[in-house]
């Protein structure tokens, strides 16, 4: 009934209601993996100290527990289950089986910085009928980036006191993807928080991989994607500097969020002049390039920050990269209801925000482009370009994050000041 009203009273209604659909998706899988009932969601929202969001969170659970009844009423009467499910019966399976039925001498846990709740009681329960198996994990915590999801990281940096057994910590610091100034650029950026592991990263690659900023300096009519005549630009850079080899490098698009598309490409044709949309889909989205006075045309992969983890390429194009509610770090909190089913988040300011800039920053083997509106710069690219100034930008010497930007008085003389208002800088030069 929800769902019929928003879709015949709201402006982009099956936009809501694909929306909320997600979102109680979202809501369901977290529920299931933190072995959270309705009742106990409920009395937590119930302790949500904010009125405001204490009321809205409940009028949320009004709407959501309906949906979760009947959605658990119909897996039941079709014997289905989701992967939540699977896991929860698996880890009660284990429990009820002899150990005698184990014999694993070792186990191998890979991406350790991702295990939810649930992943961590089935290992757990498995680890609980072979006592004399040796457990081996891998995991980076500069690269924890789905607490949304439900990964709870401090099952990693407290791994021996959750696992009851003596651990012999290794750190990884040698990379073979990328080479200087990637290597120091990102080291430095990632460690501003004093929580994550500290370890100094240190490259076999002896070729360089330069990290290059490129601002929307122009004003771009309304008609055209945001950044698409940066990134052209930057295409034609390539071509001029590669030729006919441009065609066999592995170039790839990223971005915070999957709607960045559009920055590319105008939403109502799927194109724009030089760029095709020619898949459109979660795994795989891909672009078609024309570049100018060329015949063949480049073919290029776009996707999230998210999604990159784990990805390399020889060249990397971050989009968007600005600050704001739709930018990086987004401003953008978790619903209210996730929030207290998550794990507790990271003290440090923009936290997973960073981890996920530093996953985007690392993808490539020969060269990564940030591109940024010059009025907006997010505070991410001013730590990771320290050559940000140039004949067309100067940094704010206040803040640091900002540009200088031409102003002009009542009066016609002009005067300077700082791109980061917002920010709350308020540095000007006559």
Known sequence: TFLNLITHTRANPHAD????????????????????SLSE???????????????????????????????????????????????????????QMPNHS??????LVDEAQDLSTSKYLLLKAILAKCAKAKLFAVGDDWQSIYRFAGSNLRVLEDFERIFGRTTYRGLIELTYRFGQPTVKISNRFIQQNPHQSRK?????????????????????????????????????????????EIFVKKIQIISRYNRD?????????????????????????????????????????????????????????????????????????????????????????????RRLWYVA???????????????????????????????NVKVCPKCHRGIMQERHRRDGKIYYSCSNYTGGCRYATQ
């Open 261 to 353: 598309i559009f920055r590319l490409i105008r939403e109502e044709t799927g194109k724009y002049r030089h760029a095709k949309l020619i898949n459109l889909s979660e795994s795989n989205t891909e672009l078609e390039w024309h570049l100018s006075n060329v015949t063949h045309k480049l073919r290029i992969p776009f996707c999230s920050m998210h999604r990159a983890k784990g990805i390399t390429r020889d060249i990397i194009i971050i989009i968007n990269a600005n600050s704001g509610d739709h930018g990086i770090p987004t401003t953008r909190g978790n619903h209210p209801v996730a929030e207290v089913l998550l794990a507790g988040s990271d003290a440090y300011p923009h936290a997973e925000e």
């Open 41 to 95: 969601l409920r009395h937590r929202l119930e302790d949500i100290p904010s009125q405001t969001t204490r009321t809205q969170s409940l009028d949320f659970y009004n709407l959501y527990a309906p949906v979760a009844k009947q959605y658990a009423k119909y897996l039941e009467c079709h014997r289905f289950y989701d992967f939540a499910d699977m896991l929860n019966l698996a880890t009660d399976l284990v429990q």
């Open 102 to 107: 184990f014999n694993y001498q070792y186990i």
């Open 17 to 36: 209601a694909e929306a909320l659909e997600q979102l109680f998706i979202s809501i369901q899988s977290l529920q299931k993996s933190e072995h959270v």
């Open 361 to 391: 920053i690392t993808r490539a083997k020969e060269q990564t482009f940030i591109v940024a509106d010059a009025t907006r710069i997010s505070p991410f690219v001013f730590e990771t370009s320290p050559h940000l100034n140039g004949a």
């Open 200 to 244: 100094k990263v240190i490259s076999h690659v002896k070729r360089r991989t330069p990290i290059t900023t490129k601002l929307n300096l122009h004003k771009q009519p309304r008609h055209i994607p945001q950044d698409y005549q940066t990134v052209d630009a930057i295409l034609q850079i390539l071509h001029a500097k590669y030729g006919e």
